[in-house]
């Protein structure tokens, strides 16, 4: 994300007086770092969680152990429940969540490395996307929170 975004992005939570929480998987505290770029993000951005593992999905987001074993930590039902779980346990205004392949290895002919699913939670509404990219792994990772960011900006 450009330095001019991040500001305009900033500048809409800080204005708007919304605060997020986020749950990160493949993108490691990518997303969390692009928050914390900025002086006085502490205004909004409350929490974040690296869940990275499954166990780890399921013990702090509460993601059923039979929901990642049916559909895989790299779905949408699992992002979707990251982002509604990370924003009811913060009390946030949005749940913003990243789940995915980010390569060299992990993928196969069903979700290919560079499979993303985005999720996003508001008080009374979900959404999640699925995105699939190319390039290396730190490519991806940008990629993917290029696309959370976006996603949360347009929400505001």
């Known amino acids: 994300m450009n330095r001019k975004t991040l500001n305009q992005l ?40 690296i869940t990275y593992s499954n166990k780890s999905k399921e ?10 074993a049916k559909y895989g930590a790299v779905s949408s039902q699992v992002a979707t429940l990251m982002a509604k779980n990370i924003r009811k346990k913060t009390n946030a205004d949005f749940g913003l969540s990243i789940t995915g392949i980010a390569g060299p290895t992990g993928g196969d002919s069903n979700k290919p ?28 990772r940008k990629q993917s929170v290029q696309k959370a960011l976006n996603l949360l900006s347009a929400q505001i």
């Open 59 to 68: 013990k702090f987001l509460n993601i059923p152990a039979k929901t990642i």
């Open 113 to 140: 490395t560079g499979t993303v699913f985005i999720g996003l939670a508001k008080k009374n509404k979900t959404l999640c996307r699925l995105f699939l990219f190319s390039g290396q792994r730190a490519t991806i």
């Open 10 to 49: 900033h500048l809409k939570l800080l204005r708007t007086k919304k605060t997020v929480a986020i749950a990160e998987s493949c993108t490691g505290g990518l997303l969390s770092s692009y928050f914390t770029k900025l002086p006085g993000a502490s205004a909004y951005f409350i929490f974040a969680a």
